[in-house]
Protein backbone atom coordinates (compact mmCIF):
# COMPACT_ATOMS: atom_id res chain seq x y z
CA UNK A 1 0.00 0.00 0.00
CA UNK A 2 2.69 2.81 0.51
CA UNK A 3 3.98 1.98 -2.55
CA UNK A 4 0.63 3.05 -3.92
CA UNK A 5 0.15 6.00 -1.71
CA UNK A 6 3.70 7.05 -2.94
CA UNK A 7 3.42 6.06 -6.91
CA UNK A 8 3.68 9.08 -9.26
CA UNK A 9 1.08 7.50 -11.38
CA UNK A 10 -1.51 7.22 -8.91
CA UNK A 11 -1.22 10.57 -7.24
CA UNK A 12 -4.34 11.91 -8.62
CA UNK A 13 -6.35 12.77 -5.63
CA UNK A 14 -9.07 10.97 -7.04
CA UNK A 15 -6.95 7.37 -6.29
CA UNK A 16 -4.96 8.35 -2.85
CA UNK A 17 -7.80 9.22 -0.98
CA UNK A 18 -9.43 6.11 -0.49
CA UNK A 19 -5.77 4.60 -0.30
CA UNK A 20 -5.39 7.25 2.70
CA UNK A 21 -8.34 6.84 4.42
CA UNK A 22 -7.87 2.90 4.37
CA UNK A 23 -4.30 3.08 5.90
CA UNK A 24 -5.61 5.56 8.53
CA UNK A 25 -8.29 3.42 9.39
CA UNK A 26 -5.56 0.63 9.83
CA UNK A 27 -3.28 3.16 12.06
CA UNK A 28 -5.86 3.69 14.53
CA UNK A 29 -7.05 -0.45 14.85
CA UNK A 30 -3.43 -0.51 16.08
CA UNK A 31 -3.31 2.10 18.46
CA UNK A 32 -6.70 1.29 19.81
CA UNK A 33 -7.12 -1.10 22.94
CA UNK A 34 -7.17 -4.48 22.25
CA UNK A 35 -8.79 -5.69 25.22
CA UNK A 36 -12.59 -6.71 24.59
CA UNK A 37 -13.97 -4.81 27.05
CA UNK A 38 -12.17 -1.65 26.30
CA UNK A 39 -12.96 -2.15 22.75
CA UNK A 40 -16.67 -2.28 23.30
CA UNK A 41 -16.30 0.92 25.77
CA UNK A 42 -14.68 2.94 23.07
CA UNK A 43 -17.60 1.56 19.91
CA UNK A 44 -20.12 2.19 22.17
CA UNK A 45 -18.81 5.64 22.79
CA UNK A 46 -18.12 6.48 19.32
CA UNK A 47 -21.95 5.52 18.55
CA UNK A 48 -23.36 7.46 21.25
CA UNK A 49 -21.10 10.60 19.83
CA UNK A 50 -22.53 10.14 16.49
CA UNK A 51 -26.44 9.68 17.98
CA UNK A 52 -25.37 12.85 19.85
CA UNK A 53 -23.80 14.68 16.60
CA UNK A 54 -27.29 14.07 14.73
CA UNK A 55 -29.71 14.79 17.74
CA UNK A 56 -27.76 18.35 17.43
CA UNK A 57 -28.04 18.65 13.49
CA UNK A 58 -23.78 19.17 14.05
CA UNK A 59 -23.42 15.61 12.48
CA UNK A 60 -22.16 15.62 8.50
CA UNK A 61 -19.04 16.91 6.94
CA UNK A 62 -20.38 17.97 3.88
CA UNK A 63 -21.79 20.77 5.56
CA UNK A 64 -18.91 21.47 7.84
CA UNK A 65 -19.48 19.56 10.69
CA UNK A 66 -17.99 16.41 12.54
CA UNK A 67 -17.99 13.06 10.53
CA UNK A 68 -18.00 9.78 11.52
CA UNK A 69 -14.24 9.91 10.46
CA UNK A 70 -13.20 12.80 12.13
CA UNK A 71 -15.18 11.57 15.58
CA UNK A 72 -13.21 8.20 15.25
CA UNK A 73 -9.98 10.34 15.35
CA UNK A 74 -11.01 12.66 18.00
CA UNK A 75 -11.85 9.62 20.15
CA UNK A 76 -9.00 7.93 19.46
CA UNK A 77 -7.06 10.83 20.60
CA UNK A 78 -8.96 10.93 23.90
CA UNK A 79 -8.36 6.93 24.55
CA UNK A 80 -4.70 7.78 23.97
CA UNK A 81 -4.40 10.63 26.33
CA UNK A 82 -6.27 8.14 29.16
CA UNK A 83 -6.02 4.28 28.58
CA UNK A 84 -7.12 3.51 31.33
CA UNK A 85 -10.42 5.13 31.24
CA UNK A 86 -13.05 2.57 32.19
CA UNK A 87 -16.23 3.66 30.97
CA UNK A 88 -18.27 4.84 28.52
CA UNK A 89 -19.87 7.82 30.71
CA UNK A 90 -16.10 8.91 31.79
CA UNK A 91 -14.31 8.46 28.17
CA UNK A 92 -17.13 10.73 26.95
CA UNK A 93 -16.75 13.00 29.56
CA UNK A 94 -13.24 13.68 28.97
CA UNK A 95 -14.19 13.49 25.45
CA UNK A 96 -16.32 16.85 26.11
CA UNK A 97 -14.03 18.22 28.79
CA UNK A 98 -10.78 17.79 26.52
CA UNK A 99 -12.07 19.28 23.12
CA UNK A 100 -14.39 22.37 25.08
CA UNK A 101 -10.45 24.13 26.01
CA UNK A 102 -8.95 22.57 22.77
CA UNK A 103 -7.45 25.25 20.58
CA UNK A 104 -9.25 25.35 17.20
CA UNK A 105 -6.38 26.07 15.50
CA UNK A 106 -4.36 23.01 16.75
CA UNK A 107 -4.49 19.62 14.78
CA UNK A 108 -5.67 16.61 16.72
CA UNK A 109 -2.17 14.26 16.24
CA UNK A 110 -2.70 10.74 17.12
CA UNK A 111 0.75 9.52 16.15
CA UNK A 112 3.33 11.17 15.51
CA UNK A 113 5.82 10.36 11.95
CA UNK A 114 9.83 10.97 12.32
Do not use: H
Not at 5 to 25: I, Q, T
Amino acid sequence: MDKALNNAENNSLGRVFPLSGYKSNLIIKELLPKEEEKIKIFRSALILLKIWAKNNSIYGNQFGFLSGTSMLIMLTKIYLLYPNTCSVLVILDRFFLTFLTWLVRQIIFIQYFL
